[in-house]
């Protein structure tokens, strides 16, 4: 059993969890609860958890062919910096309830502050209650100048909705069962496993950036549920064959450099994404466009998924792949030669 199970077992069924934080070179225990950890600010987990879900949520929107924006601020306000402070909705979705959108707004909860435990201990989904009510009072007069609905979409951190969120997700799985002509039971199950799986995952310990040292990182862009459940770590090289390592090899191999380079970014990478649970995929392409066998792989699978959603050929789509990455390949070799040439010009005096 994996380390992040445990702990979301413990903590589900009450057991004593030791949690360890670093101060200077010492390891020290701060509690045996995992409140704090499931809520602390500090090192970025509660933004990345909450944009997890928010993601998560917005993909099942998409999916019932609802138009969707992340983000919105509040757009009557000139002032970037404020429209960040007071946006009221992290999801926006079009034509939500009789024409107006619905502004959703995420947040998670925990009922063992001191302010909610109480509550929590006498009725179910307190907290989650109580975080719906804050979010109304700071979000409906917003809302009803930009003509949304505001809708909490609150969790608490042992994975209790509340129920206006469990309104939206019963008729949210309604539209996924006619889009996708899949039981309503049975999308709805889907929506909250997969809610709640990210949800558990987020007690398993510090985020990824905080166990990373500066340049470290093992990723360029991370893609959740990528293969088997698991994300997917893109890591994203040029190399040139002509460099006297590979130059051999290149003049009788296709791709060599280009393998080269994936065997350096696995010894490189593979031990950090086991330790996150990702799945490290290098995409190295050779300055002259031959890219590497992992890349063909995930561009295959990415145009299999693209002919899906835009009705087209899998080959059609491969090709818009190929030709966008390469064309920007090439105008960047382009633009580096250009530079050189003209710092050369100057230097001569030309």
């Not at 077992?9 to 701060?30: N, P, R, S, Y």
């Not at 835009?310 to 105008?331: D, M, P």
């Amino acid at each position: 059993m994996s380390q992040g199970v445990s702990i979301a077992m413990d903590q589900k069924v009450g057991l004593g969890m030791e949690v360890a934080v670093h101060i200077g070179l010492q390891k020290v225990a701060i509690e045996m609860t995992g409140h704090h950890a499931a809520t602390c600010r500090h090192g970025g987990d509660v933004v990345a958890r909450h944009n997890r879900l928010r993601d998560i949520f917005a993909i099942f929107c998409r999916r019932a062919h609802l138009s969707v924006q992340v983000e919105v601020g509040y757009e009557l306000a000139r002032d970037h910096a404020y429209q960040l402070r007071t946006r009221p909705a992290n999801i926006l979705v079009q034509g939500w309830d009789r024409g107006k959108p619905a502004a959703f707004d995420v947040t998670v909860t925990s009922p063992l502050t001191p302010v909610s435990l109480n509550n929590a201990s006498a009725s179910v989904g307190a907290a989650a209650y109580a975080a719906e009510c804050r979010k109304h009072a700071a979000n409906d007069t917003r809302c009803q100048k930009l003509g949304w609905l505001c809708i909490p979409l609150a969790v608490e951190t042992d994975g209790i909705w509340g129920k206006e969120a469990q309104s939206v997700f019963s008729r949210l799985a309604s539209l996924l069962s006619i889009s996708q002509a899949i039981p309503k039971p049975k999308m709805l199950s889907e929506i909250y496993s997969r809610l709640n799986m990210s949800l558990v995952r987020s007690v398993e310990g510090p985020s990824w950036e905080g166990k990373l040292s500066k340049g470290s990182r093992p990723a360029d862009f991370l893609v959740p549920n990528w293969t088997l459940g698991k994300p997917a770590a893109f890591d994203l090289t040029v190399v040139s064959p002509l460099n006297s390592n590979t130059l051999i090899e290149a003049g009788t191999t296709s791709g060599s450099a280009a393998g080269k380079a994936e065997v350096r970014k696995h010894n490189a990478n593979d031990p950090k994404c086991r330790e996150l649970g990702w799945v490290c995929i290098p995409l190295v392409v050779e300055s002259y466009g031959c890219w590497g066998e992992e890349a063909h792989c995930s561009f295959s699978r990415l145009a299999a998924r693209l002919a899906l959603q835009l009705q087209c050929s899998k080959s059609k789509a491969t090709t818009t792949i190929y030709q966008r990455l390469n064309l920007t390949l090439v105008r960047c070799n382009a633009r580096a030669m250009l530079s050189r040439a003209r710092l050369l010009q100057s230097v001569d005096g030309g």
